[in-house]
Structures are given as structure tokens and as C-alpha cells.
């Protein structure tokens, strides 16, 4: 059975990580059977360093991305047929933009934002032995940040971060509109790659201005909402 690797659950989602959900929500709807191992020590054994990643039999596979294309070549996943070549271009460019934008928004939201990080420090290290959560939190936090202004986000006010991040969860909702998934009736991988953003924003248990943002789209709580009911048994 495929074993899926990420950190766990936290903040009332099934992981912290917007790419694990990705990865877990995309072998729900594929209905492939798997065992979820959650448990931060992965990361050592990770190929990439980072989570997720996959072990089917002998093959390590690490990076979302690339693990679902992976199961949709392996175990001849179907669910985006009806897809169009454009809607298939718009998928990947839109994946692109949550994978690659708005993850390092929600990086700022938690790791930076003064009022959000004692909640991140206390669910993410308060079990570390001392002396290590004395200062292992702190190293980490400054090491995020470091990052952040190298990537370039780092650079901005958090009212201009707080802009950008309302840009995709408004573009979202737009997109999104009436409709069940976000592109019609029935899900296509797009949606786990939406969810698994969203959920990081909508369905987590605290509330900072960047989750109050997304909270504001109706559209958007009612599709974290649906899926929820359907996929992770929330009511
Ligand atoms: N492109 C990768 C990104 C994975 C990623 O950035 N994972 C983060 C958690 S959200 C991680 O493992 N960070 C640990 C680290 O950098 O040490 C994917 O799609 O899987």
C-alpha cells in the first residue's frame, strides 16, 4: 500500500503542510488506498528534505508536483478527462500560482506575523525537550525569515503581503463562482491543489488578518466546507 509521509495535523486540518493536504485529498479522490504516516522526523528521510513524499513498493517519490503525476501516470487516474486543453493549461498555471505565491504568503502569515507565531510555536515545538525549545524555535523562525527576504516577499510591508494574498483568495472565489469544484460538477485534480491552499487559510482554528481575508469569500468557506463533509468526515 502506498504510504503517504507529512508532519500531522495541526490547527484543526488533517496537516500543516498545504502540499501534504495536497497529496492526501488528491489519493481520497482517486479513491487509491494509502496509510497517512504523520510525524515531523519524515523530514530525515525525505529524498528531498521537505514533505511530502510517497513510498509505492520501491519507489520514493518526493515533491507534490511530481507525486501526482506520478499516480495519475501509475494507477491511470482519469478525473481530469473532462477538462478541456485550455482548462488543462489554466489548472497548471493556476497550481503554479497557490504552490508558488501564495504558499510563501501563508510562510509570512504564520512564521512572521508577531500576532500569529507564539500559536505556531506552541503547536509546532512546545513538546521539544528543553533546552531545545528554548531555542530551536527561535533559529527556525529566523531562518524562515531569511528566506523570505531572499524569495523577495520578505521585502514587503504586511499590508502589502495582506493585498497580494486577498488578489488569489478574490481570484478564487471569482473563478470558483457557483459551482461545486473549480471546474464544474466534478472534481479534477485542480481541486485538491485549491483545498489543500484554502483549508491552510479557511479551516484552521485561529485568526489572523490573512485567514479573516480568505473568511471573507463565502464561496470559498462553502467549498473548504463541502469538502470536508465529503472527504474528512467534518460536519
Ligand atoms: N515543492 C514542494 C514543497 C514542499 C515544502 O515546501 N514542504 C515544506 C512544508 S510546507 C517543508 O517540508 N519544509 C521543511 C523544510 O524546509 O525544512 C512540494 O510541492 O511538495
Known amino acids: 500500500m502506498i504510504k503517504l509521509y507529512g508532519f500531522g495535523d495541526a490547527f484543526g486540518v488533517i496537516d500543516a503542510s498545504p ?29 528531498k528534505n521537505k514533505l511530502p513524499y510517497i513510498e509505492d513498493n520501491d519507489n520514493k517519490i518526493a515533491d507534490s508536483a511530481f507525486i ?19 482548462q488543462k493549461s489554466q489548472s497548471a498555471l493556476y497550481t503554479h500560482a497557490l504552490d508558488e505565491s501564495l504558499y510563501w504568503l501563508l510562510v509570512y502569515s504564520r512564521w512572521v506575523k508577531e500576532d500569529t507565531w ?5 503547536v509546532f515545538f512546545s513538546e521539544l525537550p528543553i533546552p531545545l525549545k528554548w531555542f530551536l524555535p527561535n533559529v527556525l523562525r529566523k531562518d524562515v525569515i531569511k528566506t523570505l527576504k531572499r ?9 502589502e503581503l495582506l493585498t497580494k494574498a486577498d488578489e ?5 472565489s471569482v473563478l470558483l463562482g457557483e459551482q461545486d469544484y473549480f471546474f464544474g460538477e466534478l472534481p479534477s ?12 487559510f479557511i479551516s484552521v482554528d ?3 488578518s490573512f485567514n479573516q ?14 469538502i470536508e463533509e465529503k472527504y474528512y468526515m467534518k460536519a
Open 19 to 47: 502540499f501534504v493536504v495536497k497529496v492526501d485529498l488528491f489519493l481520497k479522490l482517486a479513491d487509491i488506498e494509502y496509510e497517512f504516516i504523520a510525524d515531523f522526523n519524515n523530514l530525515k528521510q525525505s529524498p
Open 68 to 86: 501526482l503525476t506520478y499516480l495519475i501516470d501509475k494507477y491511470k487516474i482519469r478525473f481530469d478527462t473532462h477538462l478541456s486543453a485550455e
Open 118 to 122: 507564539p500559536v505556531i510555536n506552541e
Open 151 to 159: 524569495q523577495g516577499f520578505g521585502r514587503h510591508s504586511e499590508t
Open 168 to 172: 488569489h483568495f478574490s481570484a478564487l
Open 189 to 200: 485534480s485542480f481541486d485538491a491543489v485549491a483545498y489543500s491552499a484554502l483549508c491552510q
Open 206 to 208: 485561529f485568526f489572523n
Open 213 to 226: 481575508q480568505a473568511r471573507k469569500y463565502e464561496n470559498l468557506v462553502q467549498y473548504c466546507q463541502r
